[in-house]
């Protein structure tokens, strides 16, 4: 199979298998427990149904909108995604790249293996950081102050994580505290260009966190357990309130799933919304994104934009979503199953494919704009 070969997210995931050692994507492609949450995030969107308006006028389709200020040219943002280069050489500048050919806001983790620096100064598409608040408050002001610099646009606080989940498949494949597991071998050797990058060119490490005590991490291997020990679990409400007046601009929590959390962003001067599980990897259990859409919009749409991340893979979900009240969705395995299967033309065919059925569907559904979308396009299945 080749990238051409593909005609959706899912067999993206299926090259990206063949393409990485097995421990790398079982970290990709894995969640919590036992992972009912992460394949949750996925199938609750087949328990809302769309509702066409048959006979409308859509000989021209408009997917332009607007987030955090910025105009894009279809309402599918890149999701903070730790770590791009772990997948394929290209990393985040790929991604970049495809993402400003697409009007698109890309998002940089705090976990990046790009710099917020050399971020900033790729391609001229808006760009959001994604947070930690860490022990040590002055590493976060940091970060704030080096994306004011860069030009970002936007900071997300990612609330989620106190402690990191039981991602169990990196035990089992060998992918955390640093233990290598013997059946794994062979397929680490079958990727001889993996391994050089990550143990002799040492383009794995995550640069962002240069100015913190043992952030020179070689590799996303130990990733578990230095975060264990740096994330603080007293954060409260009132650390986002410092950090919306330290930032001054668009400020995202990402990781609220409830009205009353939301509601708490909004007073604390969050001006976004990302409702998210961290794709099914923290909380088992946690609802899925699209089922939290419709009681946050009906209740904060005035105060708030809803961002929809998780479990997105078609287009037909992205536009269930925004019918609900999200004014985007947000893509991580979406586009991480194409970098990892071709570097910036699989993630450039991969946009294409998701942006052309988001397109398809909402002319099939007899409606020309994605401002026109509403909750009389869609319904609850009965029986759900």
């Excluded at 287009?315 to 893509?331: D, E, F, Q």
Aim: proline letters at 4%.
């Amino acid at each position: 199979m080749r990238i051409k070969d593909c005609n959706n997210i899912m067999d993206f995931r299926r090259l990206a298998r063949r393409k990485l050692p097995s421990p790398v994507f079982h970290y990709l492609d894995g969640g919590a427990d036992d992972e009912w949450t992460l394949g949750r995030n996925t199938s609750a969107f087949d328990d809302y149904e769309l509702l066409p308006a048959q006979l409308s006028d859509v000989s021209n389709i408009d997917l332009k909108t607007t987030l955090f200020g910025e105009s894009i040219d279809w309402p599918v943002m890149i999701s903070p995604t730790g770590a791009s280069k772990l997948f394929h050489a290209a990393g985040e500048p790929a991604v970049i790249r495809a993402a400003e050919k697409f009007g698109m806001i890309y998002s940089l983790s705090t976990l990046g293996t790009t710099s917020i620096e050399d971020v900033g100064a790729i391609g001229s598409c808006p760009k959001m950081y994604q947070v930690y608040v860490f022990k040590d408050r002055g590493v976060t002001a940091g970060f704030v102050e080096r994306c004011k610099a860069s030009g970002f646009k936007a900071l997300c606080l990612t609330v989620d994580t106190p402690v990191a989940g039981n991602r169990e498949r990196d035990a089992v494949y060998g992918f955390s505290s640093g233990r290598l597991r013997l059946r794994a071998v062979p397929s680490w050797l079958r990727h001889p260009g993996w391994l050089y990058r990550a143990l002799l060119k040492n383009d794995l490490e995550m640069v962002n966190l240069a100015t913190s005590d043992r952030s020179s991490i070689s590799s996303e291997i130990n990733l578990h357990d230095y975060f264990n020990s740096q994330l603080d679990r007293s954060l409260t409400w009132k650390d986002v309130e410092w950090l919306a007046e330290l930032w001054d601009g668009p400020l995202v929590i990402k990781g609220v799933q409830t009205v009353a959390d939301c509601r708490n962003a909004a007073n604390s001067g969050a001006t976004a919304v990302m409702l998210s599980n961290h794709g099914g990897r923290q909380l088992e259990g946690a609802p899925a994104p699209v089922d939290c859409i419709a009681d946050v919009a009906d209740a904060l749409h005035d105060r708030l934009e809803i961002i929809c991340d998780g479990g997105v893979r078609r287009g037909t979900h992205v536009v269930k979503a925004l019918a609900m009240g999200a004014n985007a969705c947000s893509i991580g395995r979406g586009y991480l199953y194409p970098l990892a299967a071709g570097g910036q033309a699989g993630v450039e065919r991969g946009l294409s494919l998701l942006r052309d059925e988001v397109e398809r569907t909402l002319a099939l559904m007899g409606c020309n704009s994605i401002q026109k979308l509403g909750p009389s396009f869609v319904r609850q299945r009965a029986n759900s």
